[in-house]
């Protein structure tokens, strides 16, 4: 069986399966690969089988490009490429040597169709042998089961036994597959990668998706859409030359089943979990960015929301502890819960108690209590800064958490969340933590990361929280100048996301309506002192071996900023070796401006 693919000029490749002898090739509708585009001729040029060998010759007055050359005939080798006006032809080669071709049959003339008799019916069979496999697609969407994704894969997987097949809900703008929710799989190795530019093309009903790979014989991309029009979910299907024309059109009709039936399906699939897809966008919309850091902190809360465990969430004070625990309360199945805070605190225990526990003062583990423990019933409870609460509070919380472990589960139970320091094993060790709340807590742990952790992310955090501070104020801001964002980004800030935020909203306040954000000489002066460069300062004084470094530093610094963190481009400048830079980088402490060009898209 001979393989020929077809490259348009915007990268989509249909892939042809042949067994015939004789090809022709052009954009006339009568032959065998049919091949539109400004050059191509109605018939263009025939492709020849003799033996073991391909050759090829045009038509009159016709050329190809063979491989970079113009040629009117030639000899076909595996991967040749054929260039037809805009449209490239690559030859693929024979696969499946044991089925043979079949000669070109002589055209006959068409005659008009008799009327069917008992003596005219002509029984001929379904291209590819695909009967079966179709018979048991309808069966198996015909039932309410709730396995059909995986067996709908098992289907398609036995009617075409040398491919691979997976049923993949993608990440919006694209990214690899494996990061999106994989419904269904039986594919060995990692899911490909599906560039956003695929998703445009599906993105148009009508169309599916052939991707060329060297590696993988190609893969095959078909959209899964409501009858809406939606697409809600992709069908792969790998190697392409294993499918053939009449296999890629199984997986379709498998893939319009799938759309027909996917509000059934949503509901009733036990592999699928559509809380999830909305909570996957939700993290990345209220937790932004790409770091890695940030991204365990969101898979981190997505298990959490899954469960009713005790949750203890560490970090640094200003990190946003207490602000991941709210978000942890909108996300399914535990979405709106109300949240009761309790301030952790150095008080005296019957202060504590009676804000806990209510008047009594003391926790009756079963029953309906007071305070805010009875006040957080059915709702989210979290204790803020635990360390600094005496140890018998943290052990009489740890009772009541176990006691309420052993009743079952109902619209009245709490959730509880804990927040402490970085590192609560440490708090531990030195007595500030009591060892048996950890032990409760620390089944379901979140790290809430500094910013220094996540520069990478700060752009998107400042775009964030610039929307969110200007609703809160009620104010509308076109965005934000990029020498105040720039500012901003090289300020640290020992206060952590509390003082990003509290920067931002006195800046908003600042800013009249409809303006753009602008940073203040306050702003630019702080940024400056905080990369530990005191500008015009640094000349006060007269000892050159403090003024020496500090000029060098401030120097270094500049250049590092007008490049975007090109080293090298930064060292001609200098005028120094690289090596020599990247020691005074670390010995400095100057920071990476390479998130400049990232930002920039430079």
């Known amino acids: 069986m001979l393989l020929l693919s077809v490259e348009s000029e915007n990268g989509a490749t249909l892939t042809y399966r042949l067994q015939k002898t004789k090809i022709a090739v052009g954009s ?8 539109t585009g400004p050059g191509v001729g109605d018939r263009h040029l025939i492709i020849q089988r003799s033996g073991e060998a391909f050759t090829f010759v045009t038509a009159e007055r016709q050329m190809v490009v063979l491989n970079g050359e113009r040629r009117s005939r030639g000899v076909l080798n595996p991967g040749d490429r054929l260039r037809l006006g805009t449209v490239t032809l690559v030859f693929r080669g024979m696969v499946g040597g044991e ?82 929710v994989v419904l269904a799989s039986l594919w060995s190795g990692e899911l490909p990668n599906v560039p956003a530019a695929i998703l445009r093309e599906l993105a148009t009903p009508g169309k599916f998706v052939i991707q060329d790979g060297a590696k993988d014989g190609g893969t095959a991309f078909v959209a899964v859409r409501t009858p809406t029009g939606s697409l809600v979910a992709l069908l792969l299907a790998r190697p392409v030359g294993a499918l053939g024309d009449e296999g890629v059109a199984l997986v379709a009709e498998a893939a319009r089943l799938l759309g027909l039936f996917w509000e059934q399906v949503e509901r009733m699939d036990s592999s699928f979990t559509s809380w999830e897809l909305e909570a996957r966008h939700r993290l990345e919309m209220l937790l932004p960015g790409t770091s890695q ?3 365990v902190l969101r898979d981190g809360l997505l298990q959490a929301a899954r469960g009713l465990e005790p949750v203890l969430i560490c970090g640094a004070p200003g990190s946003g502890r207490t602000e991941t625990a709210r978000i942890l309360a909108t996300l399914e199945p535990v979405a ?86 970085e590192d609560p094993l440490a708090l531990v060790q030195q007595g500030k933590l009591s060892s048996a709340l950890f032990m409760v807590f620390s089944s379901r742990m979140l790290r809430v990361p500094r910013l220094e952790e996540r520069k990478e992310d700060l752009p998107l955090i400042v775009a964030s929280l610039l929307r969110q501070v200007a609703a809160e104020q009620g104010k509308n801001v076109r965005g934000i100048t990029v020498e105040c964002l720039n500012a901003l980004l090289s300020r640290s800030f020992p206060g952590q996301m509390a003082e990003l935020v509290g920067e931002l909203r006195r800046l908003v306040a600042a800013t009249a309506e409809g303006d753009m954000v602008r940073c203040d000489e306050q702003v630019t002066t702080v940024a400056a002192k905080s990369g530990g460069v005191e500008g015009a300062e640094v000349l006060l004084s007269d000892n050159l071996k403090e003024v020496v470094p500090k000029v060098e530093q401030l120097i270094i610094d500049r250049v590092m900023r007008k490049v975007k963190g090109n080293q090298s481009k930064g060292a001609r400048i200098l005028g120094i070796s690289r090596g020599a830079l990247i020691a005074k980088l670390k010995e400095y402490s100057i920071p990476d401006y390479r998130y400049l060009r990232r930002r920039r898209g430079v």
């Open 28 to 35: 006339a509708p009568s032959n065998d690969v049919v091949v």
């Open 336 to 421: 709106g819960r109300r949240v009761v805070i309790f301030e952790g605190r150095d008080a005296s225990l019957e202060v504590l108690r009676q804000e806990l526990f209510g008047p009594s003062g003391k926790p009756t583990f079963t029953g309906t209590m007071g305070g805010l423990v009875g006040e957080a019933r059915g709702g989210l409870l979290v204790v803020r800064n635990a360390e600094l609460l005496p140890e018998p509070i943290q052990v009489e919380l740890v009772g009541v958490v176990k006691t309420q472990a052993q009743q079952p589960l109902s619209s009245t139970s709490t959730r509880w969340v804990v927040t402490c320091g």
């Open 99 to 180: 089925v043979a071709l079949t000669e070109e049959e002589p055209p006959r003339p068409i005659k008009a169709p008799a009327q069917p008799t008992a003596e005219s019916v002509v029984v001929r069979p379904e291209p590819g042998g695909f009967a079966q496999a179709r018979m048991r697609l309808l069966e198996l969407f015909a039932q309410s089961r709730p396995d059909r994704t995986h067996q709908l894969i098992a289907i398609l997987r036995e009617a075409v036994g040398e491919a691979e097949f997976a049923l993949v809900i993608p990440r919006e703008g694209g990214g690899p597959a494996a990061e999106g």
């Open 293 to 295: 850091a940030i991204q």
